[in-house]
């Protein structure tokens, strides 16, 4: 067998399915919008600041911003371009950013409320494309199609290069281990097969470290993934809190490095 015999695709679609947990409905993060724009839109981020850099979006230039949450990188990027348009499949998400859009008088900026499972004939075709952790699709070949089909001058995607957002001990704690997200990998090589020869680099983050002060913060983070934990698994989880706060020994929660994947058209 070679590297030809291989459908990344089919690879990918598989380790989806071992996953388990990988996708969230959209009223989850409608729930998480206002916390979110609190927490992310014009404050200091590394990963924001490196992302935004590489794409160097020039004022002549329209941006098609993939899973742009409540904005953060949506509204900088409408100080740099010509036009951005906003998509993504939560509506709350999108109404926190129509707030920002109208106490910034962004006038280049445009929403569309549009999942990567809708048809996107209607969606405008851009210069650059941007999809900033918001890749994990169900299929990565409608994503490229669709990819391929927007995007003029420049794509830049950002994937996961760790198996879980969450700390390995908590999943071990609750029994709830599992094959994880497929990473970049997948992507990468599926690009490759598909004729796109693309770049590689890798974001380092601040993320790495949760940031919750109570056992109930780290069970809402954990249920916000998994879904509601049984009382078997939230006592479980209480006896891992507790563990780690008594070892002062940190509970891990995030993608401490993300891999930036981008490509000329």
């Keep these: ?3 030809d015999d291989i459908n990344f695709n089919e690879l990918y679609l598989n380790h989806l399915k071992a996953s388990k947990h990988y996708s969230l409905p959209a009223d989850k993060w409608d729930k998480k919008a206002r916390n979110m724009a609190q927490n992310m839109i014009g404050k200091i981020s590394k990963y924001n600041d490196t992302l935004l850099a590489a794409i160097h979006l020039q004022p002549d230039e329209t941006l098609l911003d993939i899973g742009c949450g409540p904005g953060t990188l949506a509204i900088p990027l409408c100080r740099q371009g010509k036009a951005v348009y906003a998509l993504d499949y939560s ?6 950013l129509q707030e920002y ?5 962004l006038n280049n900026l445009h929403l569309l409320h549009k999942s990567w499972h809708d048809s996107w004939e209607d969606v405008p075709q851009a210069d650059v494309l941007l999809a900033s952790r918001s890749t994990l699709v169900d299929d990565l070949d409608d994503m490229i199609d669709k990819l391929c089909a927007k995007a003029k001058k420049r794509v830049y ?3 996961v290069t760790q198996r879980h957002f969450l700390d390995e001990g908590v999943l071990q704690a609750i029994g709830r281990q599992n094959a994880g997200f497929p990473s970049y990998i997948y992507l990468l090589n599926r690009l490759y097969q598909r004729g796109i020869q693309a770049n590689l680099n890798f974001i380092e983050t601040e993320s790495g470290i949760f940031q919750g002060k109570t056992y109930e913060d780290l069970l809402t983070s954990v249920e916000f993934s998994l879904g509601a934990l049984n009382d078997g698994e939230k006592t479980a989880l209480a006896n891992f809190y507790q563990q780690r706060q008594q070892s002062g020994q940190p509970i891990y929660h995030g993608q401490r490095k993300w891999a930036l994947i ?3 058209i």
């Excluded at 509506?91 to 926190?96: D, I, K, S, T």
């Excluded at 859009?101 to 008088?105: A, G, Y």
């Design 262 to 264: 981008w490509w000329e």
């Design 157 to 159: 995607l950002t994937s």
């Design 101 to 105: 859009k109208e106490q910034l008088q």
């Design 1 to 3: 067998m070679i590297i």
């Design 91 to 96: 509506r709350g998400m999108l109404e926190v």
